[in-house]
Every structure is written in C-alpha cells, then in structure tokens.
C-alpha cells in the first residue's frame, strides 16, 4: 500500500490515557479516526477501563462544524489485566505501555527482542541536521504464549508470528532550535520501520513449522513534525462532545459498572407543568438572521391559550376559549393596548388548515388544548436522548435532551414531508431559581434545526 496519512497523538503513561488520530480517507476532519483510551480511574487499578473508537471530529469548539455528526462511534470495556493490541495501541496488564515501548526506542531493558540502539552517524532530514540511531527486531510469538503486545490478533494455538526488521529514529543535534519548544534541544524528527511479519503453521506431519500464504512486508516513514514534551491537558481525554447521541456503549461494561456516567441514560426526563404556566419566549431565526419575542400563557384546565407576537411596532394578539371553539385575534401598538387597531373572531377549528393538525395548539378530535408535553414534543414517546448534564444556557447549568422527527403530510393539497431535530435544554435541579406556579423543571431553551 502506498499511502500518506497524518497522526495526531496525545499519551500521558502516567494517567493510563491516549487519545490518537489518524487522517488517512477523504476529508481533514470529517473522517478522522479517534481511538481514546481511558484504562484505569485514578487510585483504583482493578477498575474496568474504556476504549472509545469513532469516525468524524465531533469536537464541537472547532471551526468546521459540519463534521460534529460522527459516525461509528463505540465505547467498549477493557478489562484490567489484558495485554495485546487494543486497535492502534499496545497494551500490557491492562495499562498502556511507556512511550520507550510504544516508540520502539532504548526499550530492550523492556523488549529484550529488540537490540539497543547503535550510533549510526549524522545526517539530515527536512533540511534539519540530525543524529541516526538504529535497532533491530527479532519477534517470536507462539499461539501457545501468554498474550503479548506482539500480536495483534490472537493466534490459534498451532501458529506462531515473526516480526524481523529495522528501526531507524532520527534526533536533532543540539545546535538546532526549534521556534515551538526553545527550551529543548534534541527531539524526534523522523523515524523508519522496514521488515517481515510472516505467521507460520505447526504440522504434527512434519513435526516443524511451515510459512503460511500470511506474509506481510513493512516499509513505512514517519515525520515527527511536533514533539512536545509533558501532560497534556486533561481536555484532550474526552469523549466527542455529543457522544450521548451518536454513540453505542457496551452493555457488559454497563452491567459491570452501572454508576458510571456513561450508563446513565437519563430516563428520568423532566416534568413539564401540567395545569398551567407563562413563558416569555425569544425565538432566533438562524437562518434569515432574525429574533422574534413570544409571549404566551397557557392553561390546561379552563382549555385555554393566549400568546402574543410582536411584530414590529405592533403586538398581535391571540387568545383560544377552546370550549367554545374561539379564536379572538387582535392588533395593537407596543405602547398602547387600549387602542385595537383590529379584531376578529372566528372558530378555532377553522383556522387549522388540512394536514396541519400535528402542528396545530389543541387536540383536534377532542376540541382539547394540547398538554404541554405534546406542545413541546417533549416525553418517552418523541424519541428522546439523554445528552447529559456538562452545558449551560446563560451561565445556568443545563441537563440536556435530543430527538429527531420526521413526518409526511399533506398541506395545501399536497404531499409534504418534513425532518427535523430538538434539543431541549432544562436548568440543573440544583440550580437555585425562583419559585414556579406549579413545581416543574424549568426549561431554559429550545433548539430546531431541520428542512421541509
């Protein structure tokens, strides 16, 4: 395979953590593959760990935002005294190795299969003076063996693997500055891998072991193009921003560890008033650019809706007596409500044209204002997904909640269908706020987002 990919590494050995991304298919952050690993919990060794895997950026700070939508994401466990490969990075007992063993550099105190470095003279890469070290690998691995970071896959017991080759790192020279790091003055600036993995199979027959068609030939090299020494930041070991709603988490590491934040699935969704409230709502038109001011009261149990709309220098007004069947609406100044500059009543049930009624604020059948629930197509059956409780909605801590729609209908004597998604944000119950007319989680904003 000739190819060229570029990999992105964030490792802190002492915090059992790596989050590593590979660019190797058509678009820089869109099909990115991300392998965060989060092995142990800090002071408890025995505890199962997470492998996280997804497609995409789903990093929400970055300035693309059209790759937030990953794709393959999944969460597995990892168990405390694995050892071998876990995708892209070796594992031993459960932890993942030092950077010595994971760069294949001065780890034959760790490897003994690998040689110690050899001085191999001086001489350039990218232009940058540079001493070469070289190492040779001599690997075999038995299907018998206990498991080792030497086989990527598990062989049956009658193979074996070899891995036979070369390692070529390549540092700068001391009198190279490098303008990102000062302080440093030798780094990794290169690195080349060439050999034979070959898998053979044992012949009760022939009493040895024969070469099997399974042979691969390695030829890479790798440029170092940043090397920064010391912890990352804690933010670089976390999960895609919404992996709530794009990812699968494996069950046994849920039946294992049901307390864990992950497992929490959020099913106890927020109340919503059942007899009455008033809401002031500002709606933004992300599209045209545009704020609209709602205000609206509702009540359940007189079966009634009044909402006013404000509509430049002027407030519309619409009050539903939807016990008999009435839509009073009328028009007045911002500053003036004694002054109507219009009025008209008409039935309710006739202002809702055909194929409307799901959007509609009353049960048609019934003659019923909605509940609130269904006005806000919020509850168990709108397909809600729990996103978690890390957002704020003007500096108040937020529990957040999503769901997709999708419906075909007819309006205006046609077929029309629409898709849409909501997130709906609630403030934190801990969150001090003033007191409600009836007790109920306070909603704090509502996102759509769709076409038709």
């Given at each position: 395979n000739k190819l060229t990919s570029i990999g992105t590494t964030y490792y802190d050995y002492d915090h059992d953590t790596m989050h590593a991304i590979w660019r190797f298919m058509d678009g820089y952050y869109e099909n990115a593959f991300h392998q965060l690993e989060l092995l142990h919990e800090e002071g408890d060794e025995d505890a199962d760990g997470q492998s996280w895997t997804w497609l995409g950026d789903g990093i929400g700070s970055t300035p693309v935002e059209s790759d937030d939508d990953i794709q393959q994401c999944f969460m597995t466990r990892t168990s405390s005294n694995y050892t071998g490969y876990d995708y892209l990075l070796?594992?031993?007992?459960?932890?993942?190795?030092?950077?010595?063993?994971?760069?294949?550099?001065?780890?034959?105190?760790?490897?003994?299969?690998?040689?110690?470095?050899?001085f191999m003279g001086y001489t350039t890469?990218?232009?940058?003076?540079?001493?070469?070290?070289?190492?040779?690998?001599?690997?075999?691995?038995?299907?018998?063996?206990?498991?080792?970071?030497?086989?990527?896959?598990?062989?049956?017991?009658?193979?074996?693997?070899?891995?036979?080759?070369?390692?070529?790192?390549?540092w700068s020279t001391a009198n190279w500055t490098f303008g990102y790091m000062t302080n440093e003055s030798m780094i990794p600036v290169a690195v080349e891998m060439n050999g034979v993995y070959k898998i053979f199979n044992y012949s009760d027959t022939?009493?040895?072991y024969t070469i099997l068609d399974k042979k691969t030939n390695i030829n890479q090299q790798s440029s170092v193009i940043a090397f920064l020494k010391?912890?990352?930041?804690?933010?670089?070991?976390?999960?895609?921003?919404?992996?709530?709603?794009?990812?699968?988490?494996?069950?046994?590491?849920?039946?294992?560890?049901?307390?864990?934040?992950?497992?929490?699935t959020g099913d106890d969704l927020p109340t919503l008033p059942q007899h009455k409230y008033f809401a002031i709502l500002e709606g933004n038109d992300l599209i045209n650019d545009t704020s609209h001011i709602i205000k609206?009261?509702?009540?359940y149990d007189k079966n009634e809706l009044r909402s006013e709309y404000y509509n430049d220098n002027n407030i519309v007004v619409t009050y539903d007596d939807l016990d008999e069947d009435r839509r009073w609406t009328w028009v007045h100044d911002m500053n003036d409500t004694d002054n109507i500059l219009s009025c008209n009543v008409a039935a309710y049930s006739q202002t809702i044209q055909p194929g409307g009624e799901q959007f509609a604020e009353e049960y048609i059948d019934t003659g019923h204002v909605k509940t609130a629930k269904d006005l806000w197509s919020f509850g168990p059956e709108y397909n809600i997904t729990y996103l978690g409780n890390e957002f704020t909605v003007r500096d108040i801590n937020a529990r957040v909640w999503h769901s997709e729609t999708g419906s075909t209908f007819e309006y205006n004597g046609s077929s029309t269908t629409?898709?849409?998604?909501t997130v709906f944000y609630f403030a934190d119950p801990d969150w001090d706020y003033y007191d409600a007319i009836e007790a109920s989680d306070i909603p704090l904003a509502v996102e759509f987002k769709g076409e038709w």
């Open positions: 070796p594992v031993e007992q459960g932890h993942i190795v030092n950077p010595n063993r994971l760069l294949l550099f001065d780890d034959n105190k760790d490897d003994p299969q690998i040689s110690n470095e050899t890469k990218r232009g940058i003076p540079v001493s070469s070290w070289k190492a040779t690998i001599n690997v075999e691995v038995l299907g018998t063996d206990d498991s080792s970071i030497w086989s990527p896959f598990p062989l049956p017991d009658n193979q074996k693997a070899t891995m036979v080759g070369s390692v070529y790192w390549y022939t009493g040895d010391g912890h990352p930041d804690h933010e670089f070991f976390e999960p895609p921003t919404y992996w709530r709603r794009y990812c699968t988490i494996a069950d046994d590491y849920c039946d294992n560890n049901p307390d864990e934040e992950v497992c929490d609206q009261w509702y009540n629409a898709d849409w998604e």
